[in-house]
């Protein structure tokens, strides 16, 4: 609920400073918040590594991405304390911005929303239920990561790269913090993974931005 609070507080003072960023328009606060490798490169600008997950194209944006996470909020939260859920939050949204990079760095393009970290819960939520020996096709889980990944690959306009690593990285972490009772993790490895996950994504990041060049 915090985190869905801050991404709807952001877009309310998106909309009260510029009314078009109720639709899909970019406005100037998607273009100070966003994500671009240019202005990472050039201006250091690494906010926007983490800022660019809090800011949404237009309503429906928005609406779909705070839907997922509250479907996925409720069923993390009854499994992991809400401080890891936090960090896997982090490590998520990390994680997909270093896979926009990855993917579309070298392409000056405004990347923005909080898909990256929601891909991130629906990986972990998927391999945390693997991982207890259920068959996620037999549950929502399942359905929704295919329909999910099916929607990245298919329409136009969508990060690819946000979705992939957010996934990723949501995976790497869920593999640790929702292990089986039968083969339990140690209490502070649920805590030291996720971070783990997100230094290495900024790392990773800036270095791979170090490398771009641009015509």
């Known amino acids: 609920m915090a985190f869905m609070a801050i991404n709807i507080g952001v877009f309310v003072w998106m909309v009260i400073a510029d009314s078009s960023a109720a639709s899909a328009n970019i406005t ?17 600008e690494w906010y926007r590594l983490v800022t660019s997950a809090f800011v949404h194209f237009g309503f429906i944006h928005l609406a779909f991405n705070m839907f997922a996470l509250y479907q996925l909020g409720q069923l993390l939260e009854r499994a992991v304390p809400h401080l ?6 982090f490590a998520s949204l ?22 990256g970290a929601v891909f991130g819960l629906l990986g972990a939520a998927a391999v945390g239920l693997h991982r207890r020996g259920i068959n996620i096709f037999s549950t929502g889980i399942g359905t929704a990561l295919m329909l999910n ?3 990245t690959f298919t329409i136009s306009g969508i990060s690819i ?4 690593g957010g996934l990723v990285a949501g995976a790497i972490c869920g593999f640790v913090m929702l292990a089986p009772h039968h083969r ?5 490895a649920g805590y030291v993974v996720p971070i783990a996950v997100a230094v290495a994504s900024v790392v990773a990041s800036v270095a791979y931005v170090n490398t771009l060049t641009f015509s």
Request: avoid cysteine; proline fraction near 7%.
């Open 28 to 44: 100037k606060a998607h273009a100070d918040l966003g994500l671009f490798s240019p202005s990472l490169k050039f201006n250091d």
């Open 84 to 89: 890891q859920f936090a960090l896997l939050y």
């Open 94 to 115: 990390l994680g997909g911005s270093l896979g926009v990079l990855l993917i579309d760095g070298n392409k000056p393009s405004l990347t923005a929303g909080a898909s």
């Open 149 to 151: 990944l099916f929607i």
């Open 161 to 164: 790269g946000g979705h992939l």
């Open 184 to 188: 339990p993790t140690p209490k502070w």
